[in-house]
C-alpha cells in the first residue's frame, strides 16, 4: 500500500522562484491537508480539502494556492518562494469524517535561498 | 497563541523504565486528543487517541491519560524500548472553528540503552 505519496522529496529554490508540491493517495479518502513544520513551531495547518472540489485556508496560507486535481490529488504550489518557508511540508489525508485519523506522506524539504 | 503546548522539547530515558509525555491546551472546544510519531525523515504516523468522555485509554505499552479540568493530557509508554525513540506530537480537534487538528511543538524521547 503506497498510502500517501508526496513529490519531490527534497528541493532547493532562489527566493522569486515557483513551484508545485505534488500529494496524491490511494485510500480513497475524502479530505487532504498540506501542513508545514518548523522547528520548535510543530506542524501547522497551510490548506485543507475536506472534499473533493472545495479547499479552505488553514493556520498560515498566505504565500500558497492549492489545488484539489481529483480526489485523489492535491497539489501546494508557492507562487513566488521566499526564505521564509524553508520547511518540511507535509501532505495527510483522512476519511472526512469527525475524530479521523490523518494519514501522512514522507514530507517535501524544501530551502529557498 | 499556540493551543497545544508540549512544553518538554526532549526527554531521555532509560530502557525498560516509563517514558512520560505532558501536553496542555488552552482551548475548550477541544475534545478529542491524539499522539502522533515521527521518526526522521519519515511523516508523522498516529499512535493513540481519547475522546474527552474517557479519562484513559490504552493500547498495549501506550497509555494516554486526559485531565479535563486541568486541560492536560499525558502520554505514558511501559516499558521503554530503544525504538520508541522518535519526536512525538500531541494533537486536538474539536467542532466548529476547532474541528481541524492543532499539533503541539514536539517532544524528542530518547530511549537509552
Known amino acids: 500500500n503506497a498510502g500517501v505519496t508526496q513529490t519531490p522529496k527534497f528541493q532547493v529554490l532562489k527566493t522569486g522562484q515557483s513551484m508545485t508540491l505534488q500529494c496524491a493517495q490511494d485510500?480513497?479518502?475524502?479530505?487532504m491537508y498540506w501542513y508545514r513544520q518548523d522547528p520548535g513551531m510543530g506542524l501547522r495547518l497551510i490548506y485543507y480539502s475536506a472534499s473533493e472540489g472545495t479547499t479552505d485556508k488553514g493556520e498560515v496560507p498566505n504565500g500558497y494556492n492549492v489545488s484539489r486535481l481529483n480526489k485523489r490529488e492535491f497539489s501546494l504550489r508557492l507562487e513566488s518562494a521566499a526564505p521564509s518557508q524553508t520547511s518540511v511540508y507535509f501532505c495527510?489525508?483522512?476519511?472526512?469524517?469527525?475524530?479521523?485519523?490523518?494519514?501522512f506522506g514522507s514530507g517535501t524539504q524544501l530551502s529557498v535561498l | 497563541d499556540q493551543q497545544v503546548k508540549q512544553n518538554s522539547p526532549s526527554l531521555s530515558v532509560q530502557e525498560g523504565r516509563i517514558s512520560i509525555l505532558n501536553c496542555d491546551y488552552t482551548?475548550?472546544?477541544?475534545?478529542?486528543f491524539l499522539w502522533y510519531k515521527k521518526y526522521p525523515a519519515e511523516g508523522p504516523t498516529f499512535l493513540i487517541s481519547i475522546s474527552s468522555i474517557k479519562d484513559k485509554n490504552e493500547d498495549g505499552r501506550f497509555t494516554v491519560f486526559l485531565n479535563k479540568s486541568a486541560k492536560h493530557l499525558s502520554l505514558h509508554i511501559v516499558p521503554s524500548q530503544p525504538g520508541d525513540s522518535a519526536v512525538y506530537f500531541c494533537a486536538a480537534s474539536g467542532t466548529g472553528s476547532a474541528r481541524q487538528l492543532t499539533f503541539g511543538s514536539g517532544t524528542q524521547l530518547t530511549v537509552l540503552p
Open positions: 482551548n475548550s472546544m477541544f475534545d478529542y
Open positions: 495527510a489525508s483522512s476519511g472526512g469524517g469527525s475524530n479521523e485519523k490523518l494519514f
Open positions: 485510500m480513497n479518502h475524502n479530505s
